[in-house]
């Protein structure tokens, strides 16, 4: 019997290539498309506490019970601690059209933007490192060492010579965003989504390791139930 690799037509592979490369792609803008939706959130919430602090002098109490409501609401979303809720009004405060210089923040993550907005005082600055994070993947780590290293001082010929927009943020940034708690929270899905990641992660090291080591090996099941003592 032929295999079933010998009666496949002559442009499947490259045909599969090109599959693959689509489905990435979808997953990658579904990602930045939730970041971007828990982002244009929080800047909401942010500008309302703004308001409200302004127009009826809310203090800082004010803001305790808002989080400890919010979160008997949404008691899976993690985004609704005090000091959170005080990052979304800080973000409403110094971006109230919720641009950075003028690109839009809700094509980083959340957390690149608490690093953006916490370390970098100036506005010029704190736009070119955005425009860099974007258009070069930084991931929040690689972020956070380029501000501590003063980067846009090596780069300062840069600083006001950068596009005024990048409408195709970097792969890498969705790789980031997939990486942050608060979307999964977002979406519903808890700490149960990253245990699954780990576990498939897993199998998937165990099933390559076990074909390696030849015949007399066996994978008996993934969660397979072992009693042992009773």
């Known amino acids: 019997m032929a295999s079933s690799k010998s009666i496949l037509p002559a442009d ?3 045909w599969l290539v090109s ?3 689509r489905i990435i792609s979808a997953q990658q803008r ?3 498309a939730v970041n971007q939706e828990l982002v244009q959130l929080y800047h909401y919430l942010g500008s309302e506490i703004l308001e409200r602090q302004s127009r009826q002098g ?3 109490k ?4 808002l989080a400890s409501d919010l979160r008997e609401a949404f008691p899976k979303m993690k985004g609704f601690s005090s000091s959170n809720l005080k990052y979304m009004r800080f973000f409403a405060q110094q971006c109230p059209s919720g641009l950075i210089g003028q690109q839009p923040a809700d094509q980083l993550p959340w957390f690149h933007l608490v690093t953006l907005l916490t370390k970098v005082s100036e506005g010029i600055q704190r736009e070119w490192y955005a425009v860099q994070t974007i258009s070069q993947g930084w991931s929040r780590s690689t972020l956070d060492m380029h501000i501590k290293n003063s980067l846009h001082l090596r780069q300062a010929a840069a600083v006001t010579n950068f596009e005024s927009r990048l409408s195709n943020p970097h792969a890498q940034l969705a790789v980031e965003a997939l990486k942050d708690p608060y979307l999964f929270d977002f979406l ?3 700490d ?3 245990e699954r990641d780990i576990e498939n992660a897993l199998i998937r090291h165990i099933t390559r390791f076990l074909l390696e080591l030849g015949a007399g090996f066996a994978f008996v099941g993934r969660q397979f139930r072992l009693e042992v003592g009773g």
């Open 12 to 14: 499947y592979t490259p």
């Open 62 to 65: 004010v803001i305790d019970r």
């Open 58 to 60: 809310w203090g800082a």
């Open 188 to 190: 519903g899905l808890g």
């Open 19 to 21: 599959l693959k490369s």
């Open 192 to 194: 149960e989504a990253h």
């Open 30 to 32: 579904a990602t930045l």
